[in-house]
């Protein structure tokens, strides 16, 4: 099973930029699937960003898109969300996922289900 740590959230005005890490407990030779979720108060934990284990092909939400950049390490088996450009909108608790193989299409890589290893979360405020 993999740990994953994340860092990095905190306090920031509308149209700055924050920068997420998700550090993993222990290398490994087939390096899962990772994601970036988010759930507001209230709300569902919804898809923001997902990368293959190679790094190679990205998938985003629509509503990050252009915005968010997510990208990973597998030397230092750390995953990044760079979000920039935020918005009051894009405040929730960030969580990492990882999970084995998966198919590549957007559906599977963006459905909460199919992920079997969580960290704890950070929190993201962003004040208009």
């Known amino acids: 099973q993999v740990q994953l740590v994340e860092s990095g959230g905190g306090l920031v005005q509308a149209g700055g930029s924050l920068r997420l890490s998700c550090a993993t407990s222990r290398r490994t030779i087939n390096n899962p699937a990772m994601a970036w979720f988010r759930q507001a108060p209230g709300k569902e934990r919804e898809f923001v960003a997902a990368i293959t284990g190679t790094g190679r092909r990205t998938y985003y939400a629509e509503s990050v898109k252009g915005r968010f950049t997510i990208s990973r390490d597998n030397a230092e088996t750390t995953l990044v969300l760079q979000m920039n450009m935020v918005k009051p909108e894009d405040t929730a608790v960030y969580y990492c996922?990882?999970?084995?193989?998966?198919?590549?299409?957007?559906?599977?890589?963006?459905?909460?289900?199919?992920?079997?290893?969580w960290g704890q979360g950070t929190q993201v405020t962003v004040s208009s």
């Open positions: 996922a990882a999970a084995g193989t998966l198919s590549t299409d957007y559906e599977t890589r963006s459905d909460k289900r199919k992920y079997t290893d």
